[in-house]
């Protein structure tokens, strides 16, 4: 007997299953979530898979994001705790972490986080061995100089950003470190600014688009640093990923509190355990 999808469709043709686009988001958390929303809703993905070991939850998003696809062009939108719903990804997201507590220093997280991957990464390359991957963490930028139309703007005044500056655009930059803790105290978390920066990363990266970038790579040998260890820096990132880095004229002041940055870091990684 005939089922009704045979009566009403005649096949032609067999095509390939297999997604071209498939992007998987581990973790479905505020972050995770974010992501989601914001990639299905720019059609970068023509597969969406969702892994998390929060079952209950996983069913809840997966649903809620189901019963909304008439609204964007992604048709398939799956879920497990088990990888091998992620099998054949293009690119896999990875937001699972443990959450930055109120009044709580990025570095201290990096222990609890570095154990969550040991489990995650492996389970990743087995079912997805050539996928690229965007691992969502708190960056350590690299910044120098602001520009306006081209007019870099510390030619118009040199004293931008000391404490000579009247104007006092250093107040600035303190802003921007302290920003994410400020939203964290007032709502628990920060999301939606992170899953739009993760999609604008993702377009990079499936549209092989070749833009600049600021992500983390490795900078042992820039800026005479000595240790293999990952900052973030203005990159050209493409299908392949990182396949350029920017290099930055730094000033004294500059290169010291870059230097500055990659010792803090280095002390905290050469005492974690792997």
């Known amino acids: 007997m005939s089922t009704v999808k045979e009566k009403l469709i005649e096949n032609l043709i067999e095509e390939d299953k297999i997604s071209q686009r498939k992007i998987t988001i581990v973790g479905?958390?505020?972050?995770?979530?974010?992501?989601?929303?914001?990639?299905?809703?720019?059609?970068?993905?023509?597969?969406?898979?969702?892994?998390?070991?929060?079952?209950?939850?996983?069913?809840g998003e997966t649903m809620?994001?189901?019963h909304g696809s008439l609204f964007f062009n992604t048709s398939k939108i799956t879920s497990g705790?088990?990888?091998?719903?992620?099998?054949?990804?293009?690119?896999?997201?990875v937001t699972a972490g443990a959450r930055q507590q109120e009044g709580e220093s990025r570095l201290a997280l990096v222990q609890r986080n570095v154990n969550i991957m040991k489990s995650i990464i492996p389970a990743i390359v087995q079912h997805s061995p050539d996928c690229?991957?965007?691992?969502?963490s708190n960056p350590v930028p690299l910044w120098s100089g602001v520009n306006v139309a081209g007019v870099a703007l510390k030619t118009l005044d040199p004293k931008?950003?000391?404490?000579?500056?009247?104007?006092?655009?250093?107040?600035?930059?303190?802003?921007v470190v302290e920003s994410a803790y400020e939203i964290i105290k007032l709502k628990g978390y920060t999301s939606w600014a992170i899953g739009l920066s993760v999609t604008d990363l993702v377009g990079s990266v499936l549209k092989?688009?070749?833009r600049v970038h600021p992500v983390s790579t490795m900078v042992k040998g820039l800026y005479g640093i000595k240790e293999e260890i990952f900052?973030?820096?203005?990159?050209?990132?493409?299908?392949?990923?990182?396949?350029d880095i920017v290099k930055v004229n730094l000033n004294s002041d500059e290169e010291a509190l870059f230097k500055k940055s990659a010792d803090t870091l280095w002390n905290v990684q050469k005492e974690l355990v792997f």
């Open 28 to 59: 479905t958390g505020a972050v995770g979530m974010a992501c989601a929303i914001c990639i299905l809703l720019k059609d970068l993905a023509d597969e969406l898979a969702l892994v998390d070991v929060a079952v209950d939850k996983l069913k």
């Open 231 to 243: 900052l973030s820096i203005p990159c050209v990132l493409g299908q392949n990923g990182v396949s």
């Open 160 to 175: 931008l950003g000391t404490d000579a500056d009247k104007d006092q655009w250093k107040n600035i930059h303190k802003q």
């Open 208 to 210: 092989n688009l070749r």
């Open 64 to 66: 809620d994001l189901q």
């Open 81 to 93: 705790k088990d990888y091998s719903v992620s099998a054949n990804s293009k690119l896999v997201i």
């Open 132 to 136: 690229k991957m965007l691992i969502v």
